[in-house]
């Protein structure tokens, strides 16, 4: 069977190819199928639409293909061969869309076939939309709202060629008035029928209107569009007003211009069509025209169509109105009005003559001012402005015309400048008789004064001249030297010339003033140092010390006469003095001093001395000498000695010869002290006694016997070279022979080394604390003594390196031997001095006073040979220790038999005797700066070895270069016993250590800053004394003005004693010494006094006294605070009193004090000489003088400020008859109650309580909201009050991380003067802006403290005049700065008026363009600000208080309420075990709150109860991670640091008490015997239903009990004598509180299971109460544990709140868990807020810390 195939053939251009294939059936000629489909896409060409096969019955025979019919426009081709049909023209979809062929196949025999062959047209997108028209137009009436949306243009179509889904048409519309902003449209098209819509009233008047409004409509039909034009023509209405383009339009006209004259033309403006009716047509009139008051006639008209405005009447003048404003109205054709003024200003025509401002100037000038000075300004009057003056002197007018001149100002300005021609002199008879001329002005300028004027111009000129007359007189002033009548004197005096002697008298005369002034005389005090002459008021100079003419030889005195000008000027003569020797000095012994004998030896020769005499030797005041042997000399010297002299010796002078009569025994006297008397050859002969030391030098000829030694050693462990303990001991009285004895062990100790040859002795500095008993044996060989015994005992007491650097300085007049050795008793001064500091330092036995080293320091510390020695004390447990000795060092001295010459540190002279030793010092040494002296170690040690005894420990050194340095401890990382103060506890943190401070101390070191004192005076009661020493008063000693060439001392002082001394740095009777002691008294000296209620100052620097004493107009002695500052810097001396504002500090800053006359409130004197810096080395003595029988103060002190550091006057100052507060400025005490969040303000008489920053309200219980600023934010607000121009203050908080940026500013109008607080580079900085000082910018910064840190702080500025004070925080040290700059500023120049209005700006200062924001200035951005306070009163900060009694914020932009940021955390890792620790917009990986990284690997938590941080008794508990305190009663508190508000005890009469008593006792047994019976009937009812209750308490979510526990240990149901802690509600809702199956009517905490084992918290309350409280009301009357947390910080649970029945148990002193926290905010946070704050308290978050210091209050 043959088959035929329709072979697949690719059609080109992508169209499909149909193939047919079939088997052919019986027929002779057959198609494959009867029909066939092709659909072919219009308007492409084809060469092959199908390939058509028929099969014949007989092979090979042809086929021929022919189209029998539907090819009647023959589009198509067929092969009769192949069967190929294909296209001959393109097919058009829209012409026809489907063709049917009819195909015949045919063989040659006549046997045909037909098939059916359909070719469907497949459409094309072939014809684009078309617009029958290109634009449409159509015309409405302006602003018509009706029947809105409405139809505009019906028929905007256009067609299509294509058929079906190509030919469907879609339409849009653009262009004016259409929006893609969201914005309605005013046009819209319907999608299909192309219909245009109105949908808004159109305007056709600019500037927001259009006359035409063009649009384009679309059509698209999907692929290809077109596009249309519509105009929308609008019909005017008359709906505009005429208008003026310029509100305001200027103009100017003469004021001589006649009628007529055109001054301005004004156009006004009509919106509206012109070609439509009258509605642009404009006419113009005048509304308010300006009238002549005395003829009534207008003054101005103006032309109705032009708008010209011309003058109305003639003439005008300037001089009575220089301006007119009048008002112009425009009016169109529908009468609608449009208003515009003019303002026209009169030009000036000089019309009016000019006369000077007096008729006569008499004027009194100096006559020092050279002809280049204004003598007077001259000033004249003119009321026209178009004015050139010209001044002259009319010549021969008066007596010295031709001196003066007067010139005008550039310009030709109405002032004339007077001056002289040329110099004039007061002491010539013509000038001082004065004199006076007339002046000339002309406001014509010159042209009239020309020579060749005519006579028009000349009588113009007379008639704009005016004249005055002026009369100068002139003052001295002076400008010359006194005039000595002989300026030098020579004179020879011999040198014992007597006091009082007269030498010469020198006259001087003063030419000033005629010579009538008097001169005074004083001598220059370079001239005579020693102070030996004196000058009288005559001049005559005097003989007032004794001369010395071994001294000097010659004197050469300046004495000065000085004048009494101002300022005084001076001459010098001079007084030249040859002094004459006068024998009045005996000889002296010019060597030797010292010689050596031998002993054991012959008589012999033992010196030959030689002699000296400083008097002079030609005037036979010398030599030759004499010697002889002092016949008082001891027995033993006369009988060993003798002396000879030797005339011819020395040259003749004679030499005197010593002889030893015999051999000397060492062993008998080691040293003979030869006296000698010698004497010089004058007449009379002076002679004296001399001393001649002779030293017996040691043979070994004693044998040796066995002794002990004790060696006690203070070591350092962290030394690490070989202690010394000095030579091994054996008795010998031979002492010259160590290097014949041998040395070695009995038995050998570990850790102890021996040198066999000197016997010298180390230890290991490994050694551990003990004693050691060591055995030696000694040989000497010289004797053929052997194995003699030497024991050594060594006590060994290691100390920390603060024990050493911390020790006191106690400077002995004794050398180190004596000091260690032992007497018979076995007892040293060393020992004694240890026992007496303990005595007189009144400590317990476990205070330790230890000698942990002892310095012998020789001869170089004094000018005397005495041998002196420190020894360093040191004792753990005595506050101001260093104070306590030197207040005891009288007794101390008397008690060890030894002078004291010093307690502390006053010098650092042995520097340069270790500076060979400095290198050596230990790495990285530890230190403290005391006296300007660095104290530390210098790596070795100090050993004083007394034969029996010996005292070994580390080697301290001095040097100096710490100047100024602080004192005080830093607080750090690690506690120490000086980290907190006054009772505070150091916690350490994993930000550094925090105090747990007391009530009523303040700062990060529990400070307290106050002290009471209780006054006294001068007595000479003997009776009143306490331990041998006077008592008169109260006083307290602090730290000693430290040795800085800067220094400022502030003070606060509350007083009714008119005479009290304040302060005192000086000599007293225990610094000075005894005469004769070798010591030299300290001539500085710091004294501030109160003197008739004023301040007085004595200051002396070592170059002499300085008193400055205020007369101010008002006494300090008024029981009001007041502040004293004191400051030195460069050559001045400042004192000031309430830095000049005029009274009280505590007066509010509301209150203005009267500047006009300012008192004396500051003096200020210059210092003497080059000595900058107080060396007093003692204490700052406060209130009064220990020693000295001095007024004392009554009163407070409080805020001592020294160099920017609070002084602590807590209770560790050493002190009498004070003690720290203040009850007169005490609120409670006078019946006020501040509250937690209040503090006590004013003074007596006026105390006020004030909100701490971020509280406000009623008791201050109300937070204040803070504001965040945003990136170019800011806030202006308008005052209701004005700020004082003297004094301003300015308090808020802030919080930033940014650099810098602007927090508030204070300016005056237009911004010429400010005042501001900015942040630069970090640091806090207040920049002052005052135009009229010097320099005219002046900032003041705290450069030492980085506030970038994402905290809150609180800040304080305060400014008096140019002086600010700037405080953040605690204000102490690097937080604290001042600017006092006083000096040389004028009281109005120091004013700072505030624009109320303007020039408060809150954040950044905006710089303003037009209406919009230009640039922000000092943008504070991404930071907040709170509870901003001006001069005291809170202002508002937007937005959430927008004004309040004090103000209004008036603008404000870029803000937000609150200060809250994103989580910081979000999306960030940290390597194992840290995890990310949010801290307000920042992060840092860390292990979190209340635990610390160990070992790199491991998070542990910390346990701060170990820092027992719970004050007043209470009992800490950790809740890891955190603590919680339970407070004993009477006392509250984060810390129990808060004692109760008010007293509660119940003072009642005896006999009602007793009632109470029974009555209480008989209800106490009736409750008992109830609730016992309740007790009994519960139980049994519950044993009878025990199955049940256990499957009711399976099925229960209500309460959970300890016996459905199965992982807890505990099996006891709670009672009414517990409470539970407990968590928030639980996930499935129960209640927190349910009632206690076992007590009726009783509400009980209820506890889960899950949330509490059974070793909880609650279970150490339980252990707490039963068995270590005691004076605590018993638990069970209290309310729940949960109430409890809530009046507390720390609250656990909020969402709920106990019954009511629970409330009255708050107040009953009940001790209670007072806070559950992390690691502890101390003292700096405020009470929690909401439950946000809670919860952050809970967990440790520390997002919202409000910052508080002061610790009085709960914080």
């Given at each position: 069977?043959?088959?035929?195939?329709?072979?697949?053939?690719?059609?080109?251009?992508?169209?499909?190819?149909?193939?047919?294939?079939?088997?052919?059936?019986?027929?002779?000629?057959?198609?494959?199928?009867?029909?066939?489909?092709?659909?072919?896409?219009?308007?492409?060409?084809?060469?092959?639409?199908?390939?058509?096969?028929?099969?014949?019955?007989?092979?090979?025979?042809?086929?021929?293909?022919?189209?029998?019919?539907?090819?009647?426009?023959?589009?198509?081709?067929l092969d009769s061969k192949s069967g190929r049909l294909s296209l001959l023209h393109p097919l058009d979809y829209e012409h026809k869309q489907q063709y049917d062929l009819v195909v015949e196949a045919q063989t040659g025999e006549r046997k045909r076939g037909e098939t059916r062959v359909v070719v469907k047209v497949v459409d094309e997108n072939d014809h684009a939309p078309v617009f029958l028209r290109s634009l449409h137009e159509t015309q409405i009436t302006e602003e018509d709202d009706r029947h809105l949306p409405k139809i505009i243009l019906k028929q905007v179509k256009a067609v299509d060629g294509d058929a079906g889904r190509h030919g469907h048409l879609t339409y849009s519309v653009s262009g004016d008035g259409i929006f893609k902003n969201g914005t309605r449209s005013c046009f819209s098209v319907h999608p299909t029928s192309g219909t245009v819509h109105l949908l808004r009233p159109l305007d056709r008047d600019p500037p927001h209107g259009r006359p035409q409004w063009r649009l384009r409509v679309w059509a698209t039909d999907g692929e290809l569009d077109a596009a249309t034009d519509v105009r929308v023509n609008l019909k005017d209405i008359n709906d505009n007003a005429p208008f003026f383009p310029f509100l305001t339009t200027h103009a100017s006209v003469s004021e001589d211009a006649p009628p007529g004259s055109s001054v301005v033309r004004v156009v006004a403006v009509d919106h509206d069509d012109p070609q439509e009716a009258d509605n642009a047509k404009v006419t113009y009139s005048l509304e308010k025209n300006a009238i002549d008051e005395s003829t009534g006639k207008a003054i101005f008209a103006i032309d109705s169509n032009l708008g010209l405005i011309t003058t109305a009447f003639c003439c005008l003048d300037r001089e009575k109105t220089h301006r007119y404003i009048i008002q112009v109205v425009a009016t169109d054709g529908g009468g609608l009005k449009g208003t515009g003024t003019v303002v026209i200003d009169v030009e000036d025509v000089n019309d009016v003559p000019p006369r000077f401002s007096q008729p006569e100037w008499t004027l009194k000038v100096s006559e020092n001012l050279t002809p280049d000075d204004v003598l007077a300004t001259l000033t004249v009057q003119d009321t026209d402005i178009s004015n050139y003056f010209t001044f002259r002197v009319v010549p021969e007018s008066g007596r010295g015309w031709e001196l003066f001149r007067v010139e005008g100002r550039p310009g030709g300005g109405p002032e004339g400048d007077l001056r002289a021609v040329q110099p004039l002199d007061y002491e010539d008879p013509d000038h001082r008789r004065g004199f006076s001329f007339k002046v000339q002005v002309t406001d014509m300028g010159t042209s009239g004064r020309d020579d060749d004027a005519d006579d028009h111009t000349t009588e113009t000129w007379d008639d704009h001249t005016a004249e005055t007359w002026v009369r100068v007189f002139l003052e001295d002033v002076n400008d010359n030297d006194p005039v000595f009548s002989e300026n030098h004197a020579h004179l020879s005096l011999p040198e014992d010339t007597p006091p009082g002697t007269h030498l010469t008298t020198f006259t001087a005369l003063d030419p000033d003033a005629g010579g009538e002034k008097a001169v005074t005389y004083s001598i220059a005090s370079d001239s005579d140092p020693g102070r030996q002459f004196s000058v009288d008021g005559s001049g005559a100079v005097r003989v007032v010390g004794g001369m010395d003419r071994e001294a000097a030889a010659a004197h050469t005195v300046l004495?000065?006469?000085?004048?009494?000008?101002?300022?005084?000027?001076?001459?010098?003569?001079?007084?030249?003095?040859?002094?004459?020797?006068?024998?009045?000095?005996?000889?002296?012994?010019?060597?030797?001093?010292?010689?050596?004998?031998?002993?054991?030896?012959?008589?012999?020769?033992?010196?030959?001395?030689?002699?000296?005499?400083?008097?002079?030797?030609?005037?036979?005041?010398?030599?030759?000498?004499?010697?002889?042997?002092?016949?008082?000399?001891?027995?033993?010297?006369?009988?060993?000695?003798?002396?000879?002299?030797?005339?011819?010796?020395?040259?003749?002078?004679?030499?005197?010869?010593?002889?030893?009569?015999?051999?000397?025994?060492?062993?008998?006297?080691?040293?003979?002290?030869?006296?000698?008397?010698?004497?010089?050859?004058?007449?009379?002969?002076?002679?004296?006694?001399?001393?001649?030391?002779?030293?017996?030098?040691?043979?070994?000829?004693?044998?040796?016997?066995?002794?002990?030694?004790?060696?006690?050693?203070?070591?350092?462990?962290?030394?690490?070279?070989?202690?010394?303990?000095?030579?091994?001991?054996?008795?010998?009285?031979?002492?010259?022979?160590?290097?014949?004895?041998?040395?070695?062990?009995?038995?050998?100790?570990?850790?102890?080394?021996?040198?066999?040859?000197?016997?010298?002795?180390?230890?290991?500095?490994?050694?551990?604390?003990?004693?050691?008993?060591?055995?030696?044996?000694?040989?000497?060989?010289?004797?053929?003594?052997?194995?003699?015994?030497?024991?050594?005992?060594?006590?060994?007491?290691?100390?920390?390196?603060?024990?050493?650097?911390?020790?006191?300085?106690?400077?002995?007049?004794?050398?180190?031997?004596?000091?260690?050795?032992?007497?018979?008793?076995?007892?040293?001064?060393?020992?004694?001095?240890?026992?007496?500091?303990?005595?007189?330092?009144?400590?317990?036995?476990?205070?330790?006073?230890?000698?942990?080293?002892?310095?012998?320091?020789?001869?170089?510390?004094?000018?005397?040979?005495?041998?002196?020695?420190?020894?360093?004390?040191?004792?753990?447990?005595?506050?101001?220790?260093?104070?306590?000795?030197?207040?005891?060092?009288?007794?101390?001295?008397?008690?060890?038999?030894?002078?004291?010459?010093?307690?502390?540190?006053?010098?650092?002279?042995?520097?340069?005797?270790?500076?060979?030793?400095?290198?050596?010092?230990?790495?990285?040494?530890?230190?403290?700066?005391?006296?300007?002296?660095?104290?530390?170690?210098?790596?070795?040690?100090?050993?004083?070895?007394?034969?029996?005894?010996?005292?070994?420990?580390?080697?301290?050194?001095?040097?100096?270069?710490?100047?100024?340095?602080?004192?005080?401890?830093?607080?750090?990382?690690?506690?120490?016993?000086?980290?907190?103060?006054?009772?505070?506890?150091?916690?350490?943190?994993?930000?550094?250590?925090?105090?747990?401070?007391?009530?009523?101390?303040?700062?990060?070191?529990?400070?307290?800053?106050?002290?009471?004192?209780?006054?006294?005076?001068?007595?000479?009661?003997?009776?009143?004394?306490?331990?041998?020493?006077?008592?008169?008063?109260?006083?307290?000693?602090?730290?000693?003005?430290?040795?800085?060439?800067?220094?400022?001392?502030?003070?606060?002082?509350?007083?009714?004693?008119?005479?009290?001394?304040?302060?005192?740095?000086?000599?007293?009777?225990?610094?000075?010494?005894?005469?004769?002691?070798?010591?030299?008294?300290?001539?500085?000296?710091?004294?501030?006094?109160?003197?008739?209620?004023?301040?007085?100052?004595?200051?002396?620097?070592?170059?002499?006294?300085?008193?400055?004493?205020?007369?101010?107009?008002?006494?300090?002695?008024?029981?009001?605070?007041?502040?004293?500052?004191?400051?030195?810097?460069?050559?001045?001396?400042?004192?000031?009193?309430?830095?000049?504002?005029?009274?009280?500090?505590?007066?509010?800053?509301?209150?203005?004090?009267?500047?006009?006359?300012?008192?004396?409130?500051?003096?200020?004197?210059?210092?003497?000489?080059?000595?900058?810096?107080?060396?007093?080395?003692?204490?700052?003595?406060?209130?009064?003088?220990?020693?000295?029988?001095?007024?004392?103060?009554?009163?407070?002190?409080?805020?001592?400020?020294?160099?920017?550091?609070?002084?602590?006057?807590?209770?560790?100052?050493?002190?009498?008859?004070?003690?720290?507060?203040?009850?007169?400025?005490?609120?409670?005490?006078?019946?006020?109650?501040?509250?937690?969040?209040?503090?006590?303000?004013?003074?007596?008489?006026?105390?006020?309580?004030?909100?701490?920053?971020?509280?406000?309200?009623?008791?201050?219980?109300?937070?204040?909201?803070?504001?965040?600023?945003?990136?170019?934010?800011?806030?202006?607000?308008?005052?209701?009050?004005?700020?004082?121009?003297?004094?301003?203050?300015?308090?808020?908080?802030?919080?930033?991380?940014?650099?810098?940026?602007?927090?508030?500013?204070?300016?005056?109008?237009?911004?010429?003067?400010?005042?501001?607080?900015?942040?630069?580079?970090?640091?806090?900085?207040?920049?002052?802006?005052?135009?009229?000082?010097?320099?005219?910018?002046?900032?003041?910064?705290?450069?030492?403290?980085?506030?970038?840190?994402?905290?809150?702080?609180?800040?304080?500025?305060?400014?008096?005049?140019?002086?600010?004070?700037?405080?953040?925080?605690?204000?102490?040290?690097?937080?604290?700065?001042?600017?006092?700059?006083?000096?040389?500023?004028?009281?109005?120049?120091?004013?700072?008026?505030?624009?109320?209005?303007?020039?408060?700006?809150?954040?950044?200062?905006?710089?303003?363009?037009?209406?919009?924001?230009?640039?922000?200035?000092?943008?504070?951005?991404?930071?907040?600000?709170?509870?901003?306070?001006?001069?005291?009163?809170?202002?508002?900060?937007?937005?959430?208080?927008?004004?309040?009694?004090?103000?209004?914020?008036?603008?404000?932009?870029?803000?937000?309420?609150?200060?809250?940021?994103?989580?910081?955390?979000?999306?960030?890792?940290?390597?194992?075990?840290?995890?990310?620790?949010?801290?307000?917009?920042?992060?840092?990986?860390?292990?979190?709150?209340?635990?610390?990284?160990?070992?790199?690997?491991?998070?542990?938590?910390?346990?701060?109860?170990?820092?027992?941080?719970?004050?007043?008794?209470?009992?800490?508990?950790?809740?890891?991670?955190?603590?919680?305190?339970?407070?004993?009663?009477?006392?509250?508190?984060?810390?129990?640091?808060?004692?109760?508000?008010?007293?509660?005890?119940?003072?009642?009469?005896?006999?009602?008490?007793?009632?109470?008593?029974?009555?209480?006792?008989?209800?106490?047994?009736?409750?008992?015997?109830?609730?016992?019976?309740?007790?009994?009937?519960?139980?049994?009812?519950?044993?009878?239903?025990?199955?049940?209750?256990?499957?009711?308490?399976?099925?229960?979510?209500?309460?959970?009990?300890?016996?459905?526990?199965?992982?807890?240990?505990?099996?006891?149901?709670?009672?009414?004598?517990?409470?539970?802690?407990?968590?928030?509600?639980?996930?499935?809702?129960?209640?927190?509180?349910?009632?206690?199956?076992?007590?009726?009517?009783?509400?009980?905490?209820?506890?889960?299971?899950?949330?509490?084992?059974?070793?909880?918290?609650?279970?150490?309350?339980?252990?707490?109460?039963?068995?270590?409280?005691?004076?605590?009301?018993?638990?069970?009357?209290?309310?729940?544990?949960?109430?409890?947390?809530?009046?507390?910080?720390?609250?656990?649970?909020?969402?709920?709140?106990?019954?009511?029945?629970?409330?009255?148990?708050?107040?009953?002193?009940?001790?209670?868990?007072?806070?559950?926290?992390?690691?502890?905010?101390?003292?700096?946070?405020?009470?929690?807020?909401?439950?946000?704050?809670?919860?952050?308290?809970?967990?440790?978050?520390?997002?919202?810390?409000?910052?508080?210091?002061?610790?009085?209050?709960?914080?």
């Open positions: 069977m043959a088959v035929n195939v329709l072979v697949p053939l690719l059609i080109p251009l992508g169209e499909q190819l149909t193939n047919v294939t079939r088997l052919v059936g019986k027929d002779p000629v057959e198609f494959e199928q009867t029909e066939y489909l092709v659909e072919v896409p219009e308007n492409t060409s084809r060469e092959l639409l199908l390939l058509l096969s028929a099969r014949v019955q007989t092979p090979g025979e042809s086929v021929e293909y022919t189209i029998r019919e539907g090819d009647d426009e023959e589009h198509f081709l004495v000065w006469a000085v004048d009494q000008g101002h300022p005084p000027r001076t001459t010098t003569a001079t007084l030249s003095v040859n002094v004459t020797d006068v024998n009045d000095n005996p000889p002296f012994l010019v060597g030797p001093q010292e010689v050596q004998v031998v002993e054991n030896g012959e008589a012999q020769e033992v010196a030959r001395v030689k002699l000296g005499d400083p008097d002079d030797w030609s005037r036979g005041h010398g030599p030759p000498f004499s010697v002889v042997l002092d016949p008082r000399a001891p027995r033993h010297v006369a009988a060993n000695i003798r002396v000879t002299l030797d005339k011819r010796g020395d040259e003749g002078r004679g030499v005197g010869v010593v002889w030893a009569r015999a051999g000397l025994d060492r062993e008998e006297r080691r040293t003979i002290l030869v006296p000698l008397v010698v004497g010089d050859a004058g007449r009379p002969s002076l002679s004296a006694t001399v001393t001649l030391s002779l030293q017996v030098a040691d043979v070994n000829d004693n044998p040796m016997s066995p002794a002990s030694k004790t060696v006690t050693v203070h070591t350092l462990q962290s030394q690490g070279e070989p202690v010394p303990l000095g030579r091994v001991y054996v008795r010998d009285p031979d002492d010259w022979d160590a290097r014949q004895k041998t040395y070695s062990w009995r038995l050998h100790h570990p850790g102890f080394f021996l040198a066999s040859s000197s016997g010298d002795l180390t230890m290991t500095p490994l050694t551990p604390d003990g004693r050691y008993e060591l055995g030696f044996t000694v040989s000497d060989v010289t004797h053929g003594i052997s194995d003699v015994d030497a024991n050594v005992t060594v006590d060994v007491i290691s100390v920390s390196l603060n024990d050493v650097i911390d020790a006191t300085t106690i400077t002995l007049l004794t050398d180190s031997y004596r000091l260690v050795n032992q007497d018979q008793d076995g007892g040293s001064i060393l020992t004694r001095l240890v026992w007496a500091v303990r005595s007189w330092a009144e400590v317990g036995a476990d205070v330790g006073v230890r000698a942990v080293s002892v310095q012998p320091l020789g001869q170089h510390t004094t000018p005397t040979p005495t041998p002196t020695t420190r020894v360093w004390l040191s004792s753990s447990g005595i506050a101001n220790f260093g104070h306590v000795l030197l207040h005891r060092k009288r007794q101390l001295s008397k008690a060890i038999g030894v002078t004291i010459r010093e307690v502390g540190v006053s010098n650092c002279d042995e520097a340069a005797h270790d500076e060979a030793t400095h290198d050596a010092a230990i790495p990285n040494e530890a230190g403290r700066c005391v006296g300007g002296c660095w104290v530390s170690l210098n790596g070795g040690f100090n050993i004083v070895d007394a034969n029996t005894s010996a005292v070994v420990g580390p080697r301290v050194t001095l040097r100096g270069g710490c100047g100024c340095g602080d004192a005080t401890p830093a607080v750090g990382h690690f506690c120490t016993p000086h980290t907190c103060l006054n009772g505070g506890r150091c916690v350490p943190t994993s930000t550094g250590t925090r105090c747990v401070c007391p009530h009523g101390t303040w700062g990060l070191r529990c400070k307290i800053l106050i002290r009471h004192f209780e006054g006294g005076g001068p007595t000479q009661n003997t009776e009143s004394f306490e331990n041998g020493m006077p008592q008169v008063g109260g006083w307290a000693w602090v730290s000693p003005i430290p040795p800085c060439t800067e220094v400022h001392v502030s003070l606060e002082i509350l007083t009714k004693d008119k005479s009290a001394t304040l302060l005192y740095s000086g000599a007293d009777q225990v610094q000075q010494g005894n005469p004769g002691s070798g010591t030299v008294s300290i001539r500085d000296l710091l004294l501030l006094e109160l003197r008739q209620g004023r301040p007085s100052l004595v200051l002396d620097l070592g170059d002499g006294l300085v008193t400055l004493t205020l007369s101010a107009s008002y006494s300090l002695a008024d029981n009001a605070w007041h502040r004293i500052d004191i400051l030195w810097k460069d050559k001045q001396v400042e004192l000031i009193v309430d830095l000049c504002s005029g009274g009280s500090i505590e007066t509010p800053l509301t209150t203005a004090h009267d500047h006009s006359t300012p008192p004396t409130c500051r003096a200020s004197s210059t210092l003497p000489g080059t000595a900058r810096i107080l060396n007093t080395g003692g204490p700052l003595q406060v209130g009064g003088q220990v020693h000295l029988n001095t007024s004392h103060l009554q009163g407070c002190i409080r805020n001592l400020r020294v160099n920017g550091q609070l002084v602590d006057l807590g209770v560790g100052v050493l002190s009498r008859r004070s003690f720290p507060g203040c009850p007169a400025s005490n609120c409670r005490s006078s019946g006020l109650h501040c509250g937690l969040h209040g503090r006590c303000q004013g003074s007596p008489g006026s105390l006020r309580c004030g909100c701490q920053a971020g509280w406000s309200g009623p008791g201050c219980g109300t937070p204040t909201t803070p504001t965040t600023f945003l990136l170019n934010s800011y806030i202006k607000l308008a005052l209701s009050f004005t700020p004082l121009g003297y004094t301003t203050s300015i308090s808020l908080r802030f919080r930033t991380w940014r650099r810098s940026g602007q927090l508030v500013m204070l300016s005056s109008q237009h911004g010429r003067e400010s005042w501001s607080l900015q942040l630069v580079e970090g640091h806090l900085c207040v920049l002052l802006q005052m135009v009229h000082t010097q320099p005219s910018l002046s900032s003041l910064c705290l450069s030492r403290a980085s506030l970038s840190d994402g905290r809150w702080h609180y800040l304080a500025a305060v400014r008096y005049g140019t002086v600010s004070l700037l405080t953040v925080d605690d204000g102490d040290n690097e937080l604290y700065n001042a600017s006092m700059v006083l000096e040389g500023q004028q009281q109005q120049q120091q004013l700072l008026q505030v624009d109320k209005q303007e020039g408060v700006h809150i954040g950044g200062t905006p710089e303003f363009l037009d209406v919009s924001v230009f640039r922000i200035h000092g943008d504070f951005f991404d930071g907040c600000i709170d509870d901003l306070r001006i001069s005291g009163r809170r202002v508002p900060l937007p937005p959430a208080v927008n004004s309040t009694a004090w103000g209004q914020a008036s603008v404000f932009k870029g803000v937000e309420r609150g200060c809250v940021g994103p989580s910081a955390c979000a999306n960030i890792s940290c390597r194992a075990p840290l995890s990310c620790v949010d801290t307000w917009r920042s992060y840092h990986c860390g292990c979190g709150e209340g635990r610390v990284l160990e070992g790199g690997t491991t998070c542990r938590e910390l346990d701060y109860c170990m820092w027992q941080p719970c004050l007043n008794g209470g009992t800490c508990l950790n809740t890891r991670p955190g603590y919680a305190c339970v407070c004993s009663a009477g006392f509250s508190g984060q810390h129990c640091h808060l004692p109760d508000a008010t007293d509660t005890t119940l003072k009642l009469p005896l006999g009602i008490l007793v009632t109470l008593v029974v009555f209480c006792t008989f209800l106490f047994l009736l409750i008992c015997a109830f609730l016992l019976h309740q007790h009994h009937h519960r139980r049994s009812a519950l044993r009878k239903n025990t199955g049940d209750a256990n499957d009711d308490a399976k099925g229960s979510t209500t309460s959970v009990t300890c016996k459905k526990q199965v992982a807890s240990p505990c099996s006891h149901t709670p009672n009414l004598l517990e409470l539970q802690l407990m968590n928030p509600p639980g996930d499935k809702g129960q209640p927190p509180w349910t009632k206690n199956p076992n007590i009726a009517d009783v509400d009980v905490l209820r506890v889960e299971s899950s949330s509490l084992p059974c070793g909880s918290l609650m279970e150490k309350v339980h252990h707490h109460h039963n068995h270590q409280q005691r004076g605590v009301s018993d638990i069970s009357p209290s309310p729940p544990l949960h109430h409890h947390l809530q009046q507390h910080r720390g609250v656990l649970d909020t969402s709920s709140s106990p019954p009511q029945h629970h409330h009255h148990h708050q107040k009953k002193g009940v001790s209670g868990l007072s806070a559950l926290h992390q690691e502890p905010e101390i003292n700096y946070e405020k009470e929690p807020r909401n439950d946000r704050d809670v919860r952050g308290l809970v967990s440790g978050n520390g997002s919202d810390k409000h910052l508080d210091t002061h610790h009085g209050i709960e914080s």
